[in-house]
């Protein structure tokens, strides 16, 4: 925890109610940040989180935000900030997927994935630089994926999101590099979560067989990473895209 001299430093991250968000929240807690918690639907996963945090003697606050709006991001950053203090950190967590070969895909199933996964991103990123410019520092750290890297069949939307997302990391690392903003993105392969969990034992040898550790990650070692770029031994790192996939798509 900080000193209770120090101000504490603030970290808001999207979708955290579950799997990769909330093992995420739970890193930056331990790491002495107040945590935003933001969720989309669940309020009641969100704020069994923020207790758990709380009653491991940390701060979290649980904000709600529908980010298939690009606005509804960036105000759900200025809440944050306002409600808590400021902002220090920002992760990009949330995301969706609306899957289909690209010549059945629907407009609105393209539109609503690259909505919410990527156009806002950057409005959550364009809000929180303001409030990092004023301060000199922040950190930013975006959620892509190795299929944003590599590519997968029945997701050219997920893909196009989330290789925008790190085009999008890169230009902002240049853009604000200079007021002591690190921007980076990780960029998970295959993780145990609900949706691996519902693949049948063939699907998931499929996979397997692919990576080179032989295994799924876990939300932990992602959470790890993000812990990581968020603190002070990080400093000069930034507009870099790491991965967690076990191998599977080095780069």
Known sequence: MNDQSTPQRVAL???????????????????????????????????????????????????????????????????VAASMGGLHVLVNNAGITRDGLAIRMKDEDWDAVIQTNLSSVFAACRAALKIMMRARAGRIINVSSVVGLMGNPGQANYVASKAGVIGLTKALAKEYGGRNITVNAVAPGFIASDMTAALSEAQ??????????????????????????????AGYISGQIIGVDGGLHPH
Not at 44 to 57: H, T, V
Not at 225 to 232: P, T
């Open 13 to 79: 991250v999207t979708g955290a109610g579950r799997g990769l968000g909330k093992a995420m929240a739970l890193e930056l807690a331990r790491q002495g940040f107040a945590v935003a918690v933001h969720y989309g639907r669940s309020a009641a996963e969100a704020e069994q989180l923020a207790e758990q945090i709380r009653a491991s003697g940390g701060a979290a606050q649980t904000f709600m935000a529908d980010l298939s709006q690009p606005a509804h991001a960036g105000k759900l950053v200025e809440d």
């Open 204 to 233: 998931t040898a499929t996979y397997l067989a692919d990576i080179p550790l032989g295994r799924l990650g876990q939300p932990e070692e992602v959470a790890a990473l993000v812990g990581f770029l968020a603190s002070d031994a």
